[in-house]
């Protein structure tokens, strides 16, 4: 069994708002499924740290997920800042269950377990976005609670944000707080694309953070272990 990760995968299906109308991303779709039939098997995991699906309702997420739903491997999904027709956690499993997604599982105030280590993070926040304080303290909130429900399992932390907790000189210091609480010392995210790169950092003050975008890692869910 292996974990891989991937971000950002910006599907479309029933929406019309396709990426490769940007740089880089021509094809993109066809690219993701080739990459990921050929490196992932059943019994590997893939998780997904945002902005899975363009759709606005669950509803209109259906042909989005059925094509992951049929990618090999299990799935596990946590929130982007696109993700608009992210529900409430009761909701989102009802989807799933009603639409037989079975390979298909969702980080929400939780953990998942995948062999020796436990799946955790949230959405985040972004310098860009303004000093929302209530939106902060409510991310790093369930940041914190993700992280100890991955260390009540008794396995190997291992944390995904969709926005970096850490981006050229700016430091969301709520977040990275609770990420030296718990003395993560390894963070996974998406939502830089294209030029963003460059500012990506690869470490700070201890932590290592790799970025997960599908377009910045060639369309191709990433090793982690």
Known sequence: MSLYAISDLHLSLAADKPMDVFRGWEDYQNRIEKNWRRIVKAEDTVVIPGDISWAMTLSEAVADFSFLNSLPGKKIILKGNHDLWWSTAKKLNTFLEENKFDTISFVFNSAAVVEDFAVCGTRGWFYDLGAED??????????????????ETGKRPVVFTHYPPVYGEWVCKEIFDVIKKYEITRVYHGHIHGSGFNNAKSSYD???FKLLSADCIDFCPMLIV
């Open 134 to 151: 209530k939106v902060v303290l409510r991310e790093a909130g369930r940041l914190e609670t993700s992280i100890k429900a991955a260390i």
């Open 206 to 208: 201890g932590v290592e």
